[in-house]
């Protein structure tokens, strides 16, 4: 079993930036794919971004050109830097991990809150 830690949340104005941790409690290297998915209040949760264990990279259309997920298989770390920041984006966002292909986004961590407001 996986266990995720997020951090790097916070309150940012719009148009500011912030970069999300993500702490694996083991070994990521074989991992098929890595995710941020978030979810804002009386909404469903939603896929922000994903990266697969070679790299490939899958984001949601509202997200694109301001966030980047990327991952560290070395230090067991997967990251979301995020710009350009809305007020749309606020909520809560959580890592989470899909072991194989075969398999579903099943493993998450606690989440962290983003919270865009001027």
């Known amino acids: 079993q996986v266990q995720l830690v997020e951090s790097g949340g916070g309150l940012v104005q719009p148009g500011g930036s912030l970069r999300l941790s993500c702490a694996a409690s083991?070994?990521?290297?074989?991992?098929?794919?890595m995710g941020w998915y978030r979810q804002a209040p009386g909404k469903q949760r939603e896929l922000v971004e994903t990266?697969?264990?070679?790299?490939?990279?899958y984001y949601t259309d509202s997200v694109k050109g301001r966030f980047t997920i990327s991952r560290d298989n070395a230090k067991n770390m997967v990251y979301l830097q995020m710009n350009s920041l809305k007020p749309e984006d606020t909520a809560v966002y959580y890592c989470?991990?899909?072991?194989?292909?075969?398999?579903?986004?099943?493993?998450w961590g606690q989440g962290t809150q983003v919270t865009v407001s001027s």
């Open positions: 989470s991990t899909r072991i194989t292909i075969n398999q579903a986004f099943n493993y």
């Open positions: 083991g070994s990521i290297a074989s991992i098929y794919a």
């Open positions: 990266i697969t264990r070679g790299g490939s990279t």
